[in-house]
């Protein structure tokens, strides 16, 4: 079973980092921060066919949610040959303009390619909102996922985020195909991919050539991870928080205060 959660504020107790004991996790891992930033992996052969098919990007001019003429049939296409499963809508922009406006201008992109649903079908609406803080034709766009049978993949798909921290001790993940999953998923174009573990990975693999293994400190990743956040960012973790030193409910609102001060989002997917 898997849950998606929304981590809220919930204490605004202040507490020292003395008075903690996931901030020294370092002593406990050979990786810095315990943790490493991994690259997203191109689709292995087994899976390429699945990921050409299973997602489509659609560009637009700058302002416009208007699609082009010759758009209107790949969208088509895309939703026959996909036939009438789930799909995620997910509409870009770039960083120029208001940031209100361009959640608008997003979510009407998305709107725009969701006439091109068939009927009986009805997709998800996902504002991404912006990738870029320039003009990035890249970024002007709407990505159309036809959603995976698989449970991880699928999950992932309905949060672009900016940050992703991924669990990757080996208890968590049953064999190979759960791991496929989290290699394979759709992450949000630009976004930072890294892996909590306490050794066996190194910055700057691909997240397929990493091979789950030993424990994690998924607590002082976490906590590290948030120290690179801007304000206004959005943070997916997907773990089953078990460390090696359970987090307390003290702990648990020291956290939660952090996330409040950096001013970011974070978005679970506890298996």
Same mark, same amino acid.
């Given at each position: 079973?898997?849950?998606?959660?929304?981590?809220?504020?919930?204490?605004? %107790?202040?507490?020292?980092?003395?008075?903690?004991?996931?901030?020294?996790?370092?002593s406990?891992?050979?990786? !810095?921060?315990?943790?490493?930033? #991994?690259?997203?992996?191109? =689709?292995?052969n087994?899976h390429?066919?699945?990921? %050409?098919?299973?997602r489509?990007s659609?560009?637009?001019?700058?302002?416009?949610?208007?699609? !082009?003429?010759?758009d209107?049939? !790949?969208i088509?296409?895309?939703?026959?040959?996909?036939?009438?499963?789930?799909?995620?809508?997910?509409?870009y922009t770039?960083?120029?303009?208001?940031? &209100? $406006?361009?959640? %608008?201008?997003?979510?009407?992109?998305?709107?725009?390619i969701?006439?091109?649903? =068939?009927?009986?079908?009805?997709p998800?609406?996902?504002?991404?909102?912006?990738?870029?803080?320039?003009?990035?034709?890249?970024a002007?766009?709407?990505d159309?996922i036809?959603?995976?049978?698989? /449970?991880?993949?699928?999950?992932?798909?309905?949060v672009?985020a $900016?940050?992703?921290?991924?669990?990757?001790?080996?208890?968590?993940?049953n064999?190979h195909?759960?791991?496929?999953?989290?290699?394979?998923?759709?992450?949000?174009p630009?976004?930072?991919i890294f892996?909590? /573990?306490?050794?066996?990975?190194?910055?700057?693999?691909?997240? &397929?050539? #990493?091979?789950?293994r030993?424990?994690?400190?998924?607590?002082?990743?976490?906590?590290?991870? %948030?120290e690179? /956040?801007a =304000? &206004?960012?959005?943070?997916?973790?997907?773990? $089953?928080f078990?460390?090696?030193? =359970?987090l307390?409910?003290?702990?648990?609102?020291?956290?939660?205060?952090?996330?409040?001060?950096? &001013? #970011?989002?974070?978005?679970?997917?506890?298996?």
């Amino acid at each position: 079973m898997y849950r998606l959660l929304l981590y809220s504020i919930i204490t605004s %107790l202040a507490f020292s980092a003395n008075d903690i004991r996931f901030t020294d996790g370092q002593s406990r891992c050979t990786l !810095r921060e315990c943790m490493c930033e #991994v690259r997203p992996s191109p =689709p292995s052969n087994t899976h390429r066919e699945e990921g %050409l098919s299973r997602r489509l990007s659609i560009y637009f001019e700058e302002g416009s949610h208007q699609v !082009r003429e010759s758009d209107k049939i !790949r969208i088509r296409n895309f939703f026959s040959s996909n036939g009438r499963v789930a799909y995620s809508v997910i509409g870009y922009t770039d960083g120029c303009g208001t940031t &209100g $406006d361009n959640n %608008l201008l997003a979510s009407n992109r998305a709107k725009e390619i969701r006439h091109f649903a =068939p009927n009986g079908v009805a997709p998800s609406l996902i504002a991404g909102g912006e990738v870029s803080s320039d003009h990035s034709g890249e970024a002007r766009r709407v990505d159309i996922i036809a959603q995976s049978s698989r /449970m991880v993949t699928r999950e992932i798909e309905k949060v672009p985020a $900016d940050f992703y921290l991924i669990d990757a001790s080996g208890s968590m993940w049953n064999g190979h195909a759960q791991w496929s999953d989290v290699v394979s998923a759709s992450v949000k174009p630009n976004s930072r991919i890294f892996l909590s /573990m306490v050794s066996g990975c190194r910055n700057n693999q691909t997240i &397929g050539s #990493v091979i789950p293994r030993g424990g994690t400190e998924i607590w002082y990743s976490y906590w590290k991870i %948030l120290e690179k /956040m801007a =304000p &206004g960012q959005t943070l997916l973790v997907v773990s $089953d928080f078990e460390s090696t030193y =359970p987090l307390t409910q003290r702990e648990r609102s020291f956290i939660l205060q952090r996330v409040r001060e950096r &001013g #970011v989002l974070v978005r679970t997917i506890q298996l």
